[in-house]
């Protein structure tokens, strides 16, 4: 009996040890699959298909694949369906995937001009509400037409192939110069009126719409900043010059192949100035653009006393302040994951993650800016509440595709605070009259943002293994890498010192031929009527004694 | 004092590009590149902003 048990114990180890060394044989490769498989797979059956597909299980089948060589009753020796057809295919597919996502994207970006439009009109006061409106419409088509004709070749002339969008080479002629021994490059050459150069290309168009929906978003960001002063003539010129030179010097360097780009490549400053989706190129550029219009363009009458004590003129319009938040929160679900340009390939599955961290940076700024004004004024004020929440939205545009939600919690909530100490900054101690906040919610938050990047991105994000063509990710001081925030602080020194000068020069002349500012008669009753020509609220009855004095 | 506003602004960013050329370690290119943000800074809002405060409409009202 114990024999029998021992023997067939020692059956069992032997036929485990059996099984285990069949599992550790490596299985079979699977055949390969030749063109004559791709052959046997069938159709639906036509007259299956001609009484509806309800389920929606027969849609889209082997029949819907484009084959190069296809067998007719004229070519019945022809290839018919490849597997090089299938491979074309699926490369296709994805980069239609990354064509559409970047394309909805840009519509969603788009509808932030509606946003925009509504919280500085709102934000200002009723007798200079068509105005107001008006400049926030006509600065889409005006920056369009700048962006067109000159803009976007200066910037994406140069920027050579995106893996994502197809790779192609049609947008490849970058000026460079050698400084410190190294290739700066300073401004693109290919692209013009979407023609020049080959740009009459598919991802050429894709291109172009995704980025001249972010330049028209910096350029929107002046008008809040010199609203009910500014004269309409001297807006439409300013714009244009911002669209076609200001905006698109700027987005080269950073995103075109320019010269921010290539710190890390050139000088081993990380990944060389990184900027996800643009606090630096878009917010910064838009935001520090109108301090240099608010400083020349000078205060509202009535703003300032004589002492230099600022007066409070409140905006006529708290709702749709609040709800042109809504939408640009809601388009910054377009600016920040649009940004990786498509959806599929290339550590593109993040835009999850760069979504969430999108919308928890404007929940955390938006608290800030709520919990900063109770605790320092007694209530939570509403307009600064919603400028939190913009200047969170802001302040993680650069790094939503480099940080963790933590970082991004912090980084929105530092925003929302930054917002009102900034505001209270421009305007107590500058002296300096912007109406919307424009300033502390775009310029201010811009640099924080920039800033940011170097500080919170945590080394984990892999687009395609590198980014600005420095192998590994992008990583800030916390994670180990101080060259990072270096490239960043560069940026910001660029956007303050280059970009400032240059708007601020612009403008100049802009006032010497055209005038900035309109007349004081103008001002105190308001522009629509004198500006535009027609009240935007006709109906309404401006107190006569308000108008008299500017409030 | 607009124009000397401007230089100084400017002068801030040249300060700041110089620091990849001048210095090869992270402490030092940070040092330099953030005395050029100061320099900017103060061109704006010590040179330009002053400028144009010591003449702005509420002054004059």
């Not at chain 1, 369906?81 to 994207?105: S, Y």
């Not at chain 1, 030179?245 to 990184?274: D, E, K, Q, V």
């Not at chain 1, 970082?407 to 929302?416: E, S, T, Y």
């Not at chain 1, 892999?462 to 192998?471: L, M, Q």
Request: net charge neutral; proline share 3%; charged share 10%.
């Amino acid at each position: 009996m114990k024999n029998t048990a021992l023997f067939l114990l020692s059956l069992t180890f032997a036929a485990s040890l059996g099984s285990l060394a069949l599992a550790q044989q490596p299985a079979a490769a699977p055949a390969p699959i030749t063109d004559a498989d791709l052959k046997a797979i069938a159709a639906p059956d036509p007259k299956v298909r001609a009484k509806g597909d309800p389920a929606g299980d027969s849609t889209g089948n082997v029949s819907d694949i484009a084959v190069a060589d296809p067998i007719t009753d004229k070519t019945p020796k022809a290839k018919g369906l490849t597997i090089g057809d299938i491979a074309n295919q699926i490369g296709q597919n994805k980069i239609a995937i990354n064509f559409v996502w970047t394309l909805i994207t840009g519509f969603l970006v788009m509808f932030m001009q509606a946003g925009f439009a509504i919280v500085e009109t709102g934000l200002t006061r009723a007798k200079n509400a068509n105005h107001t409106m008006m400049m926030n419409f006509m600065v889409y088509g005006v920056g369009m037409l700048a962006y067109w004709l000159i803009g976007f070749a200066i910037q994406e002339g140069g920027v050579g192939g995106v893996a994502n969008l197809g790779n192609s080479p049609v947008l490849s002629r970058e000026f460079v110069v050698n400084i410190f021994g190294k290739p700066f490059g300073l401004w693109g050459q290919g692209g013009y009126f979407l023609t020049h150069g080959g740009a009459y290309d598919v991802f050429a168009m894709v291109l172009f719409l995704f980025q001249m929906v972010f330049m028209d978003t910096a350029l929107t960001i002046v008008t809040g900043a010199a609203a009910e002063r500014w004269k309409y003539a001297a807006f439409v010129i300013s714009s244009f010059i911002m669209g076609a030179f200001t905006y698109p010097i700027y987005a080269n360097w950073a995103w075109g192949g320019g010269w921010l780009a290539n710190l890390g490549t050139n000088f081993g400053l990380g990944h060389g100035y990184a900027d996800f989706a643009g606090s630096g190129v878009v917010h910064a550029v838009g935001g520090i653009t109108a301090l240099a219009l608010a400083i020349m363009i000078g205060p509202r009458i009535g703003k300032f006393t004589r002492q230099g004590k600022p007066v409070a003129m409140p905006g006529h319009d708290l709702v749709i302040v609040l709800t042109g938040c809504f939408i640009l929160a809601f388009g910054w679900f377009g600016f920040n994951p649009g940004s990786t340009l498509g959806a599929s390939s290339n550590g593109n599955l993040r835009i999850g993650s760069i979504a969430v961290n999108t919308m928890l940076a404007g929940m955390s700024g938006s608290f800030g800016a709520m919990l900063y004004m109770w605790l320092r004024y007694g209530k939570p004020d509403a307009s600064m509440t919603g400028n939190g929440l913009l200047a969170g939205l802001v302040a993680i545009t650069a790094p939503s595709g480099f940080v963790n939600t933590v970082g991004a919690v912090i980084i929105g909530l530092i925003a929302g605070v930054l917002v009102c100490l900034s505001v209270e900054f421009v305007e107590k101690v500058m002296k300096v009259d912007d109406p919307v906040g424009a300033i502390s919610v775009h310029g201010t938050n811009g640099l924080w943002g920039v800033i940011s990047v170097g500080l919170f991105a945590d080394g984990k994000s892999n687009y395609g293994g590198s980014w600005n063509g420095v192998n590994g990710s992008v990583t800030g001081l916390f994670y180990g890498d101080a060259g990072q925030l270096v490239a960043q602080l560069i940026g910001c020194a660029t956007l303050v010192g280059f970009v400032f000068s240059f708007s601020f020069v612009v403008n100049l002349l802009v006032d010497f031929f055209v005038g900035q500012r309109v007349g004081e008669e103008s001002e105190l009753k308001g522009l629509d009527l004198p500006e535009m020509g027609a009240l935007c609220y006709p109906e309404f009855e401006i107190r006569a004694s308000e108008a008299a004095a500017g409030v | 004092m607009i124009v000397a506003g401007i230089v100084v602004t400017l002068l801030g960013f040249f300060v700041a590009l110089a620091s990849v050329g001048v210095a090869s370690s992270v402490a030092a290119r940070m040092a330099i590149v953030l005395a050029g943000l100061a320099i900017s800074l103060a061109g704006i809002i010590g040179v330009l902003n002053r400028a144009f405060v010591n003449k702005a409409i509420w002054r004059r009202e």
